[in-house]
């Protein structure tokens, strides 16, 4: 390394203009900050902070086995098409069991691994409660401030996840596809009240017909009021491209209503509420660690469990000198 | 209502002693003060902290459309048979469009609701970060507390949900069925890793001989240590009744394992650790909540929003007078 590169790894100016100018280990390096919590954070998002509020924000969420690597692909082919510089969050539980031999719709995606206007990022979350919340709305920070137009969010599972996602992103793209279990497990799963738009993916399988009517059923159960956004249902078959257009326009379309009715500057605010929210809360957690009761908690753990503390009074104690 | 049985109402103890006695009413109240955070939880845990650490939780989780209610309904049952006084929390996005109708899985649990041996109850998450790990663990503690053997704590979905349900539970039932996306999905969703049994349900269904030959494949790549517990696979077809004896041996011998590996005291003080800390987290959140700076979070989103401020300068004056 030369003594100049080495000055601008550590200069966050320099950083930052590097991957304004399309230096892509330079972005990588500003995400792995993000996700490190590295001491250079601060300063960063401090220099970014005025060039952000332009990128557009889809998070993709989903059962396990709808198709939501594919969609992403056929999505930052669409954006990349346009002249769109687009980038890729997902999230993913980090198991064993992936690394990286079963991440084969990853590998998919890395068709687009050599170009410099798609940046295409798996954030680790496994074992944190409420991951998604910590590195990813700063990592959307850096994309947005870079120059990304469009960052897709994507996140495997239903659940928390998707709860968490829809507090991230502009708009939220819900991937159903026939076969997967009834229409009534997906309303189970909360996804109906998320999603702004659908995407019916393996709309060339059979089953798709139906499901498109149930949900249009079980959408119409909800009330929207005249200038309400009512979710679209876009049948596509990522695989082949076909419907990746007018998802992108449904997507197009959600994005200008948010604009018009105002909401996405409630949206937004609500992003940030949430963002400096995680931020003070983990600041206090950290301060909590610091204190010496921190170092009591194996001992009072093991008092709860022997039934001579309760949890409660356990806590009292861990605060004690706070 | 007489005043003996309000008196009943307001009383810790008396509620305590009836809810042992069997009446469901009681603890039902109990479970509701928890899900509420009520002033008279305190007093409720201190006393019956040297009654617990007695039941068996049970997580059951596992991929929408699996079943995993027909599989709660038919271990309930099962317990039931035994003599044992069972629990069932089921943890479930309380999304507006689950008001009640669309959850048919729970009416098919209802045969058990007029037993006072049995406790079924839907705990509500929606929109916590990290809902399960608030409310859950307290409610196990009553249970425990009042006599249940075993505990049911059902979770739709995979993702953080999961990994939530394996930092609360003695036991983890990961529930898989044939023809719900393949195996390789299961593995992304992170649930192999966690899980102590597996329930392969649906077992008269085709593809089931070749997802049990995946999942054994798949563990097969895990290593385990010579006295490690390796996770059976047992084929079950909950709506028939079949293999929910032979699923019951298998989470018998789980337990059995726990307790002679010294595992089972291990997982309980991490689950203590846990529950301590969450609820510190609370007090500090809360206390952060009541500090003048709070009331300023509206303005300083704002900001954000504007680029004006970056949400670490903006967490830092939100605790800018703790």
Redesign the interface.
């Known amino acids: 390394m030369t003594a100049a590169s080495a000055a601008r790894r550590a200069d966050p100016d320099a950083l930052i203009g590097a991957a304004r100018d399309g230096d892509a280990r330079a972005l990588a390096r500003l995400v792995s900050l993000v996700e490190n919590s590295a001491p250079q ?2 300063p960063i ?2 220099a ?6 332009h990128a557009h924000v889809v998070g993709l969420t989903g ?3 709808v198709g939501k690597s594919t969609l992403a692909g056929a999505l930052v082919r669409h954006y990349r098409d346009q002249g769109h510089r687009v980038g890729v969050l997902a999230v ?2 980090s ?4 690394g990286g031999a ?3 719709d990853r590998v998919r995606m890395q068709q687009h691994a050599t170009d410099d206007r798609v940046f295409i990022r798996s954030m680790a979350t ?2 944190h ?5 910590q590195a990813t ?2 990592a959307l ?1 850096i994309l947005d401030a870079i120059g990304f137009d469009e960052v897709l969010v994507e ?10 996602i829809a507090s991230l992103a502009d708009t939220v793209l819900v991937a159903v596809a026939p ?4 229409s ?7 996804i ?2 998320i999603a702004d738009v659908f995407a019916v993916n393996k709309s060339d399988r059979p089953g798709s017909q139906e499901l498109i009517r149930d949900l249009r059923t ?1 959408l119409a ?2 009330r929207y009021g005249p200038g309400d956004w009512k979710p679209p249902l876009v049948p596509t078959t990522a695989a082949t491209g076909a419907g990746i257009d007018e998802l992108a326009a449904a997507i197009d379309s959600h994005r200008d209503w948010l604009a018009a009715s105002g909401q996405l ?1 409630d949206r ?3 992003r ?2 949430g ?3 995680a ?3 983990g ?3 950290q301060r ?1 660690g610091q204190l010496p009761g921190a170092s009591r ?2 001992e ?3 008092r ?12 009292d104690e ?2 004690a000198r ?1």
Chains 1, 2 share one sequence.
């Open positions: 954070l601060r998002m401090q970014i902070a005025p060039a952000t509020g059962s396990p086995g993913d539980p198991s064993p069991f992936t079963l991440l084969g496994r074992g409660l409420g991951g998604l919340a709305p700063q920070r996140t495997v599972g239903v659940g928390q996840a998707e709860v968490e076969g997967l279990g009834d009534i497990q997906a309303a189970k799963a909360g109906l009240e079980m159960m909800a500057l937004r605010q609500a940030a509420r963002e400096i929210s931020i003070a809360l600041e206090l957690r909590a908690l194996d009072l753990a093991e709860v469990c022997a039934g001579k503390l309760d949890p409660y009074a356990a806590a861990l605060l706070s």
